[in-house]
């Protein structure tokens, strides 16, 4: 099993979802994507490379896989949308370019390793 552990941009987007679907989504991180995370996502390319994005319903979970670790730190939780300004992968892409997303991470994979 993998620890799965949420950024603060992950958990913020877990904190505004309607209560059915953090329930749902709760479980289903607790058991698909904590058992495999590698079987049950996809490889992120272009600015989210080294990412992956596990589907459910019409939600994505943008996360890392920190194998050493056995954890997955999630980035970021959103509603598949077309429009480019609300699709969770396009607000990630951003806070890439400030480098905003590799320091939530980072002080999430520190705050993993010391709870080991």
């Known amino acids: 099993m993998y620890a799965v552990k949420f950024t ?3 958990l913020a987007d877990v904190k505004a ?4 679907v953090k329930n749902g989504l709760r ?3 607790a058991g ?3 058992r495999e995370p590698l079987r049950c996502s996809e490889e992120l390319r272009g600015p989210l490379a080294g990412f992956r994005s596990f589907h459910w319903r019409g939600y994505r979970v943008v996360f890392r896989v920190f194998p050493a670790l056995r954890a997955v730190a999630i980035a970021g939780v959103g ?3 077309k429009s480019a300004r609300e699709d969770i992968y396009r607000r990630l892409e951003a806070l890439v370019k400030t480098a905003s ?3 939530s991470v980072l002080v999430t994979l ?5 709870g080991l």
């Open 32 to 34: 698909t994507l904590a």
């Open 8 to 10: 603060r941009y992950g």
């Open 101 to 103: 997303l590799a320091d």
């Open 79 to 81: 509603k598949h949308s």
């Open 110 to 114: 520190r705050e993993l390793r010391d």
């Open 27 to 29: 479980k289903q991180l």
């Open 17 to 20: 979802l309607p209560k059915n």
